[in-house]
C-alpha cells in the first residue's frame, strides 16, 4: 500500500483544519481598541491551536519519512488521528470565547489528549507495520517526550476541574515540548 496516499489525504484534511479554525476568528465589533480586545481570548485559543495541528503535521510528516510500509490498521489509526485533530477547530471556538469555562476548557483537554494518544497509536502501528527493527521503531524506541505530553494532557484534564484555564495551559507546554520536532528523523537519515 503507498504511503503517498495517507500523506496527501492527511495533508489535504490538515489544510481544511487549519482554513476552518481561521473562519472561526470573527472580526472586531467596532473599530475602536476595546472592540480589538474583546479578541484577545479567541486569538489566543487560535494561535494555541494552529501552533498545535502544525506541530502535528510537521511529526506526521517526519514519521513517515522514516516508514516503507502501511498496511490497514495503520490506515484506521491514521484516520483516528484525523478525527480528533478535526474536533480542535470546533473546541478552540467554544474555548476562546469561555476562556475560563470549566466544560469548554475541559473539552479542550480531552480532544488534546486523544489528539496526542491516537498520534502514539499510529506510532505503534507504524512500528507494528515495518517491525522491531525498521528506522520508525529505532527513532520511536526512547521517545520520552510523547509519554510525558500525554502525563501532561491528562493534568490539564484534571486541573480543569479546579482551574478551568488548566486544559488551554497544558497545550501550551506541550507545543512548547515539540516545537522542535524529533531530531532523531533527520539524524537517522544522515
Not at 20 to 39: K, M, N, T
Not at 102 to 125: H, K, Q, W
Not at 128 to 135: E, L
Request: hydrophobic share 55%; proline share 4%; net charge neutral.
Amino acid at each position: 500500500m503507498s504511503k503517498s496516499r495517507v500523506e496527501a489525504f492527511t495533508d489535504g484534511v490538515i489544510a481544511i483544519l487549519i482554513t476552518i479554525l481561521v473562519l472561526d476568528l470573527r472580526p472586531p465589533e467596532g473599530v475602536s481598541w476595546s472592540a480589538l480586545h474583546q479578541l484577545i481570548e479567541p486569538f489566543l485559543a487560535y494561535v494555541v491551536s494552529f501552533v498545535a495541528i502544525a506541530i502535528y503535521w510537521n511529526n506526521h510528516h517526519h514519521l513517515y519519512q522514516t516508514v516503507k510500509r502501511i498496511d490497514g490498521i495503520v490506515l484506521w489509526a491514521n484516520t483516528a488521528l484525523l478525527f480528533w485533530l478535526s474536533l480542535l477547530p470546533f473546541a478552540t471556538a467554544w474555548v476562546g470565547e469561555n476562556l475560563t469555562a470549566m466544560l469548554p476548557e475541559l473539552s479542550y483537554a480531552i480532544v488534546s489528549f486523544m489528539c496526542g494518544l491516537t498520534y502514539n497509536l499510529l506510532d505503534r502501528c507504524l512500528i507494528h507495520a515495518n517491525g522491531q527493527n525498521s528506522r520508525v521503531a529505532v527513532i520511536s524506541q526512547h521517545d520520552h517526550k510523547r509519554w510525558l505530553s500525554l502525563l501532561i494532557y491528562f493534568i490539564g484534564c484534571l486541573l480543569t476541574f479546579v482551574w478551568p484555564p488548566a486544559g488551554l495551559v497544558a497545550s501550551i507546554v506541550v507545543s512548547i515540548l515539540w516545537f522542535i520536532p524529533n531530531r532523531r528523523v533527520e539524524q537517522e537519515f544522515r
